[in-house]
């Protein structure tokens, strides 16, 4: 399957300020890229390309005051199957999960651990260890979550949507995150593009989030909102939670004024296609 990606991001800022972008397809899905993943700034400027501690690609430029415009259009190749499953799949003991994923057990901006470890107990700790307590976590979280845009804030932690009980994809998967890490499972925050392929039900496209669990010495995606597998996944970074994968950081003012993603599934003739940018790409998002 060949899945068209991209974006167009406009921002108005009074003053320069340094920014920071995640907006690469992750290096995982590198090899899969059929047309390249450039960032394109307007207007034109230096930037820098790095790798942060999560294995992030990531950009940083200083931004002059005005209009800023990031834009992005891309080809991927999908395997066009749903999330990978294995139900006999065992936890890890917490002595053996690799030192660099030991920060994935600890409590962060968005996931309070220390405050869930009773709660989690209670809920799950009659459920069988490994993929089946898991899958608990996420029918849980979906079943007692109701999502809703207008109830979204970036203050929001684990502990919010556990008492509030509603919030957007972030909040599914930030609660789910909490609790697995409370049972010493290791689960990261992950962030990408996913569209409504195979999907009953449609609507604007977003970057969107869900969560990876390591069992069996392997990082498994999960996804507390859907709870269910998915098609089309393409991932752009992970994180402890969200507070580590913004798509774009400012250090200064920065007034979002125009927001597109575009996630669609396209044909082999797409591969001699022109390349969508600017107002062509806004033209096939609507």
């Not at 009074?14 to 920014?19: Q, Y």
């Not at 395997?79 to 999960?97: K, L, S």
């Not at 972030?170 to 049972?183: E, K, N, P, S, V």
């Amino acid at each position: 399957m060949l899945i068209r990606i991209g974006y167009d991001i406009q921002f108005h800022l009074p003053t320069a300020a340094a920014m920071v972008t995640l907006l690469h397809v992750h290096p995982s899905r590198e090899k899969d890229l059929i047309e390249p993943d450039t960032l394109h700034i307007e207007p034109q400027v230096d930037a820098t390309e790095y790798i942060d501690g999560f294995g992030n690609r990531c950009t940083r430029f200083m931004a002059p005051a005005g209009l800023l415009r990031l834009h992005n259009s891309a080809l991927i190749r999908d395997t066009g199957q749903p999330d990978e499953a294995n139900i006999h799949a065992r936890e890890v003991p917490v002595g053996d999960v690799p030192s660099e994923f030991l920060c994935y057990l600890l409590s962060s901006r968005y996931c309070e651990v220390d405050r869930f470890s009773n709660i989690a107990y209670e809920l799950f700790g009659h459920v069988s260890p490994g993929w089946s307590r898991v899958q608990a976590i996420c029918d849980w979280v979906h079943g007692k979550v109701t999502f809703s845009y207008p109830h979204a804030r970036p203050t929001k932690s684990a502990l919010d949507v556990y008492t509030e009980r509603i919030g957007v994809c972030r909040d599914f998967q930030h609660l789910a995150i909490t609790f697995c890490r409370a049972m010493n499972i290791p689960a990261r925050y992950a962030t990408g593009y996913l569209g409504d392929i195979a999907w009953p039900v449609s609507g604007p496209m977003d970057f969107s989030a869900w969560f990876e669990v390591y069992l069996e010495n392997r990082w498994w995606t999960f996804d507390a909102r859907h709870a269910t597998p998915r098609i089309g996944r393409v991932l752009m970074a992970v994180g402890r939670d969200a507070s580590d994968v913004a798509i774009t950081t400012s250090f200064g003012q920065a007034d979002l004024r125009h927001f597109t993603v575009v996630t669609d599934e396209v044909t082999e003739a797409a591969l001699d296609a022109p390349v969508l940018t600017g107002p062509a790409l806004e033209s096939a998002a609507s």
